[in-house]
């Protein structure tokens, strides 16, 4: 069974973009537009790894990995961040991501960051 990646990001160019490169690469992808559906989609179906934008509408990234952090209920899940900025490194690592990319995204760089969490089992957000 291939490992399931869940996308969070509201640009739908990227979010098609990043399906496409996971999906030829035999990952199960699905896709969130912001982090309130993507927090429905963790609780319906625990992803092997998160591929999260910083940048949303509602909550970004941080705020929406910080709120996975703290419900002791769900299961430890690597986050790699996506982002058009280059500074929020810090914070990522602070949070425990696994992972920060910053936009435009190399498919080759996607591929290699992401095969190294996955599917070899979840590592802890933090």
Do not use: W
């Amino acid at each position: 069974m291939p490992a399931s990646i869940l996308i969070v990001d509201d640009d739908e160019s990227i979010r098609e973009l990043l399906r496409l490169h996971l999906s030829a690469a035999g990952y199960e992808v699905n896709v969130a537009t912001d982090a309130i559906a993507a927090g429905y989609m963790v609780l319906r179906s625990r992803p092997d790894l998160i591929l999260c934008d910083v940048s949303m509408p509602h909550m970004d990234g941080f705020e929406f990995v910080a709120a996975l952090k703290s419900d002791a209920t769900l299961p430890y899940i690597p986050v790699i961040f996506l982002t058009s900025v280059e500074d929020g490194d810090h914070r990522g690592k602070e949070l425990g991501a696994v992972g920060y990319l910053t936009k435009p995204v190399r498919a080759d760089r996607l591929l290699e960051l992401v095969a190294q969490h996955v599917p070899g089992g979840a590592i802890p957000i933090g």
